[in-house]
């Protein structure tokens, strides 16, 4: 490579992690550490390097520590100034020992604690869905007491109808002292509206996972996809433009990226790049 062109790309870089950086103060803007799970199995602190040179300061996480011990994990994310905003619980945790969700949470300095997956057999049913509902406002209320909101996210499964709605509709209404997160892809993927669902619960989303999906994807059920389906935000048919202007209205500001597709190392400088445009911020290069 020249010395000219060397200069060329170094600029472009900068130019990147300047945008990358703005973007993300100016929204929140985070990323699911599962979106770098394969890194991390390498490397945890080239992993958060890279999240540096995004301009990332923001993560959903702290659940898997990829051979470390919890202590030494954090001290790679505090080294890179990462923050755990949201870490990562189960519902098993969560029923089980919801203190412990309180201490994780209290220890990496979490506003939120989430939970992504209800176990059940088959197709999920009312059942399964009282059983969470009574769990998360259980362990919602504990969590809630030491400072920290407890988010379920939904994963395109509860949308089997019941009583004129859906199962996710009585749970948005029976949930008291806990709140979701919305996975754009997963609502869509489920058949049902993303924006629709933003207006029609106000206030009842407190985050969202912002990832796109390949035009012509089928919608399923039971909350399974093919990870390649995963692209750049704006490339795709969820309608990410509409959804995080009515996020904003609602006041949302943490929006969290994932991309679980093997691009993700291209395809998450291609999505922060498309967020900033869509808000009006101009590229450096």
């Known amino acids: 490579m020249t010395k000219g062109r060397h200069i060329i790309n170094t600029v472009k870089a900068v130019g990147l992690c300047l945008f990358l950086s703005s973007m993300a103060q100016a929204h929140e803007l985070g990323v699911q550490l ?16 890279q999240l540096n040179q995004w301009g990332i300061h923001n993560v959903e996480g702290g659940g898997a ?9 954090k001290a790679i994310l505090d080294k890179n100034h990462v923050q755990v905003v949201s870490v990562d619980t189960s519902y098993e945790e969560l029923r089980d020992n919801p203190i412990a969700v309180a201490y994780k949470a209290q220890f990496y300095g979490a506003r939120f604690a989430t939970f992504y997956w209800i176990p059940h057999q088959g197709t999920f049913t009312i059942e399964d869905a009282k059983a ?3 769990i998360m406002n259980t362990a919602g209320k504990l969590l809630h007491d030491d400072g920290i909101t407890l988010q379920y996210h939904p994963h395109g499964y509860e949308f089997y109808p019941y009583e004129g709605g859906t199962i996710l509709d009585y749970m948005l209404t029976n949930v008291e002292h806990a709140k979701f997160q919305m996975d754009v892809f997963w609502i869509k993927h489920g058949g049902q509206d993303p924006v629709e669902l933003l207006n029609k619960y106000p206030g009842m989303f407190t985050s969202l996972h912002l ?18 389906t995963n692209v750049v935000l704006g490339q795709g048919d969820v309608g990410i433009a509409a959804i995080v ?3 904003k209205k609602q ?15 291209l395809q998450i400088p291609q999505s922060i790049r498309y967020l900033m445009e869509i808000n009006g911020q101009k590229v450096l290069y």
């Not at 520590?65 to 994990?73: A, K, P, R």
């Not at 990832?211 to 390649?228: I, S, V």
């Not at 949302?252 to 597709?261: K, N």
């Open 65 to 73: 520590l990829y051979g470390h011990s919890v202590s030494d994990f």
């Open 34 to 49: 599962y979106s770098l799970r394969h890194q991390m199995e390498e490397s945890v602190p080239d992993a958060m390097e």
């Open 132 to 134: 969470a509902v009574d």
């Open 245 to 247: 202007e009515a996020a």
């Open 211 to 228: 990832k796109d999906r390949a035009h012509g994807t089928e919608n399923t059920p039971d909350g399974m996809a093919d990870p390649e």
């Open 251 to 265: 006041g949302i500001t943490y929006f969290f990226l994932e991309d679980e597709s093997s691009r993700v190392m």
